[in-house]
């Protein structure tokens, strides 16, 4: 039997950290264009126009690329989590079919709810909650992000929340929203800490999450395959939170917040002496390096948003969406 690879050896680099803003920047506002102190002032992320033209650009060059299969069509549109699952979705697609997508079904978002908070330095960002076309009646939470004022607005999350479940947001007078830091006393939970919260919990319990399918009945999936005969599945866990993974969150109108985070996710399956892993199916074996003898090890992202109350509560993951984004036989 070959030697088993270690999981944490599929790790890629993380992205470069985000741009720091210069101490004197060009800023937009809703009445025009001003010369500010970028990394002191405090701002709308953008115009209400600039953030519905973001919105339209991003899923123009989201439905090309899903046309042909070709990563390369968005990549200027995605960052972060999404563009890691993204990126990864295509190329298998692309491997196992070379000519584009036969099933592509254009994305169209509608109702589209623009929540841009005011604050000082970079990344400027905001979210959009629409509905898709796509996903049943779940909304679709995007968030766009970018780290100066020449840089595109890009996607760095995408999850999908049923219905009624998105927050109110507290917002000013002018209608702006309030961004929350990622160090923020009176939180369950810091929004900085929710991805290495998120990460022991799956390992280990514990009480900071609420029940639901992404917490409770997760850790019970995982314990249930963890070992069947002749295979056992080994999970490794691991959070990410710089450059364009960091967490970002929006104050609520009860003084909670909503937060966006990422982690990421190792799946071992080793099979037995005499026996053999279970055949992936052919998504996974386009992203699939070396050779499946008695080991695979999938490399997962995942972007969560979570519902972290004021005060004593529990966090509530309310929506996830995780994708492969390479794996590894051996």
Known sequence: MSRDRDPRTLRRSARSALIAASVTALSLTAGGCVVVHGERE?????????AAKALRQFTTAYNEADKAYDPALDAG???GALADIDAARLKAGR????????????????????????KAGWPRWFLVDAAGNKGGTARWLLVFTRSSLDAPFQVAYLTLVAPGKVPEFRKDADGWAESVP?????????????????????????ETFAEG?????????????????????????????NGDYAPLALRTTDGGALVFFTTRHYEKQTAAAGTSVPVPNKDVLALTKG??????????????????????????ILGRIQGLTAAEGS
């Open 42 to 50: 405090i701002l709308p992320s953008t115009t209400r126009a600039e």
């Open 77 to 79: 549109h995605t960052t």
């Open 95 to 118: 491997a196992n079919n070379p000519d584009g997508n036969p099933n592509h079904t254009p994305l169209r978002l509608t109702d589209a709810k623009f929540t841009i908070p005011k």
């Open 182 to 206: 990622v160090k923020s006393a009176g939180l369950a939970a810091d929004p900085g800490e929710l991805s290495r919260n998120y990460t022991t919990y799956l390992k280990d319990g514990g």
């Open 213 to 241: 399918p992404h917490t409770t009945q997760w850790r019970t999936l995982r314990q249930k395959n963890a070992k069947k005969p002749g295979l056992v599945t080994q999970y490794i866990d691991e959070p990410l939170t």
């Open 291 to 316: 050779e499946i003898k008695q080991s695979l090890t999938m490399e997962f992202v995942s972007n969560e948003v979570a519902l972290d109350p004021k005060g004593q509560g529990k966090v509530t």
